[in-house]
């Protein structure tokens, strides 16, 4: 079976080429990839090309497929898997194998599997690794999301507090805590205060800090505080934008300062604002992946030493993660649809992908099969004024808080450009 897929061959050269697959064989899976969310992970391998951890040093002559936020449907099925798995089935992917101690990833590793592909070969050590994850709702889109909510997820279980007078690590965020979310006005941060307003494990006070004003509206008419206080959260949206930042955070918070703060991105000042604003206890999750290998900030270790102040830092979650995150979408708890701000077919992965930093907004979604420039939803209306598809897409997300949704999906599969090959 021929594919098109984007390949890496080293530093910001991407290639969206066709070529055949390795045929299925009696342990490996052939799938059809419907949809991929692009994630800053995929800019950062770009940009190291072979100087990123996960992608192999021969790429220049062994190029891998880009993407890891995605999902499909399953078309062939080698027996080794023929108890677990079978045609049809539809399916979400976690691509942190740990594979005998590897770092190896769908989306980076593999020269037959990733998410910026029409069709994939999915190797043994997948499975092996229970990490070809039944789905069984209806909106691709969805899936392709339960990746980054997973590492949301996975950032709340990492955090931990020790009770004064032991040695105990609980793990968690504290249920009923005070916590603060910097920069978090962004398609992660969104899906963080969703999840934890409406996840399992809730503080009694929330606060979300940007630096845009346009970021933080959006935000709080999507998670308003209303629906949070109905969920028994305070939420407050604050711009930090401001000399006496840490004054204000410190006000909002009584004066105690705060068990949980997430730093959502990779800025030194950001890091010593969370550090400065954290509690008797407090722990920091520094969830910002850098570039910059050398990256460093300050940290007041006289709070450290007599306060219990610590830091932890998570990079993706684990499969049971992204099977809560599947659970909670399914549940309709959380709804990761607000992340998303763009989309597009799959000639426009390579370009938004290597400009993903410089394109304002939240999550960039792609359908595989398909072939259209990244639009914003937005620009739908305006762009509907001649393109009917538009003018459809308009009005479906118009439905739903203008937000991307099943409908919207479906008109895009049925209705845009298909891929040529």
């Not at 891998?64 to 108890?83: M, Q």
């Not at 992660?188 to 503080?203: C, K, S, V």
């Not at 991105?265 to 010593?272: C, D, N, Q, T, Y």
């Not at 597009?344 to 420039?373: E, Q, R, W």
Request: aromatic content about 8%.
């Amino acid at each position: 079976m021929k594919t098109t897929a984007l390949r890496i061959y080293g530093k910001c050269d991407l290639r969206l080429e066709t070529f055949e697959l390795p045929p299925c064989g009696d342990d490996g899976i052939i799938a059809e990839v419907v949809s991929d969310s692009i994630c800053m992970s995929s800019y950062k391998a770009a940009k190291q090309g072979a100087d990123h951890k996960r992608v192999p040093n021969d790429c220049a002559t062994n190029p891998t497929i880009l993407g890891h936020e995605f999902s499909g449907r399953i078309l062939e099925v080698g027996a080794k898997w023929a108890d677990q798995f079978k045609p049809g089935d539809r399916f979400g992917i976690q691509p942190a194998l740990m594979y005998k101690g590897s770092l190896d990833a769908p989306g980076y590793s593999f020269t037959t599997i990733g998410g910026d592909a029409t069709y994939v070969r999915i190797p043994s050590c997948v499975m092996e690794m229970n990490c070809l994850l039944k789905y069984t709702g209806e909106a691709f889109f969805m899936a392709s999301l339960s990746e980054p909510m997973s590492c949301l997820i996975g950032a709340c279980h990492a955090h931990y507090h020790i009770p004064a007078g032991t040695y105990k690590h609980v793990m968690g965020i504290v249920e009923g805590g005070k916590c603060a979310c910097l920069a978090s006005a962004g398609p992660m941060g969104l899906g963080l205060i969703d999840y934890l307003i409406h996840g399992p494990r809730r503080p009694k006070l929330i606060v979300v800090t940007d630096i845009d004003d346009a970021r933080l509206n959006r935000a709080a008419s999507i998670l308003t505080p209303a629906d949070a206080k109905a969920n028994g959260v305070e939420l407050v949206y604050l711009n930090t934008k401001c000399p006496d930042a840490v004054e204000k955070l410190m006000a909002i918070s009584g004066g105690t300062g705060y068990d949980d703060v997430f730093v959502l991105a990779p800025v030194a000042p950001l890091v010593e604002q969370g550090d400065a604003i954290l509690g008797f206890g407090g722990c920091l999750d520094f969830f910002a992946g850098p570039t910059d290998p050398t990256f460093s900030a300050k940290m007041n270790f006289y709070n450290v030493h007599y306060a219990g102040t610590h830091i932890v830092g998570t990079s993706g979650g684990t499969t049971d993660d992204i099977r809560e995150a599947l659970d909670l979408m399914g549940k309709g708890k959380i709804n990761p649809a607000m992340m998303i701000t763009h989309v597009g077919g799959l000639t426009a992965a390579k370009d938004t992908t290597l400009n993903l930093p410089n394109i304002p907004g939240g999550k960039k979604l792609i359908y595989n099969h398909v072939d259209f420039p990244l639009t914003a939803i937005a620009d739908f209306a305006e762009l509907g004024k001649n393109n009917p598809v538009f003018a459809e897409l308009a009005a479906a997300c118009a439905r739903n808080k203008d937000m991307w949704n099943l409908e919207a999906e479906k008109i895009v599969m049925e209705k845009m450009p298909k891929l040529s090959v």
